[in-house]
């Protein structure tokens, strides 16, 4: 049983260029989520999906754009990438909402360098 | 808007000292909140919920409603215990969790 699976693990990239982060879960969680994890900043949400087809804007969304098209993969993408995106990215899902039993499973994290 | 703070980013103690890990949050509804630990080369994963009222790994957490705090004890640090930590509060809807900064805690032997 994978899990959260997220590909690639490490990305370096240069200013301008695109790409995207694959997120895909085996759990049949409807909830899908990608965080960015920067040092003193914690996690902080980029974007999130309470199902197929269906994503909503986090706490930070600007620069980034997701799809949802199947239940298992919560697609990030990188239009024209920036510095300012050098960073870890976090994808989770959960079975439902957030609540008592509810709770996130977590990816192994992607390290994206942006130069 | 709600908010997470971890007002520590590093926290050193020695193996066998008690540890507290501070948190505190801001929020208009009513509160539910997580620790979340990572440990070197391993996944974010949950350590313990305040709703369950549990003990993981010695750990306890109470929620304090009146000082908005949830704040992460264990009476005798382990070197194991050396890992990021980070508070994290769920929002009324429950699609998202607001999360703190995070605290490293080093446990020296």
């Known amino acids: 049983n994978a899990g959260v699976t997220q590909t690639p693990k490490f990305r370096v990239l240069k200013t301008g260029q695109s790409m995207t982060l694959l997120c895909a879960q085996d759990m049949n969680h409807e909830y899908m989520y990608w965080y960015r994890q920067d040092p003193g900043m914690g996690l902080r949400l980029i974007h999130y999906?309470?199902?197929?087809?269906?994503?909503a804007k986090g706490e930070v969304p600007d620069g980034y754009n997701v799809s949802r098209l199947k239940k298992q993969n919560f697609l990030l993408g990188l239009e024209s990438a920036a510095p300012s995106q050098t960073s870890v990215y976090f994808c989770?899902?959960?079975?439902?909402?957030?609540?008592?039993?509810?709770?996130?499973?977590f990816g192994a994290g992607s390290r994206l360098t942006v130069l | 808007a709600q908010r997470v703070t971890q007002p520590e980013k590093l926290l050193s103690v020695f193996k066998g000292a008690p540890v507290e890990l501070k948190c505190n949050y801001s929020?208009?509804?009513?509160?539910?909140l997580f620790w979340y630990v990572q440990y070197s080369r391993q996944r974010l994963q949950l350590l313990l919920r305040?709703?369950s009222r549990e003990s993981i790994k010695g750990f306890t957490a109470d929620l304090n409603k009146g000082e908005t705090s949830f704040h992460l004890k264990k009476p005798f640090a382990q070197e194991e215990d050396s890992a990021m930590y980070y508070c994290?509060?769920?929002?009324?809807?429950?699609?998202?969790?607001?999360f703190g900064g995070g605290t490293r805690l080093m446990v020296k032997p």
């Open positions: 994290a509060l769920r929002n009324n809807a429950g699609n998202m969790l607001t």
């Open positions: 999906s309470v199902g197929e087809g269906t994503t």
């Open positions: 305040h709703i």
């Open positions: 989770a899902s959960s079975y439902q909402g957030i609540s008592g039993a509810n709770v996130l499973t």
């Open positions: 929020y208009s509804g009513s509160p539910e």
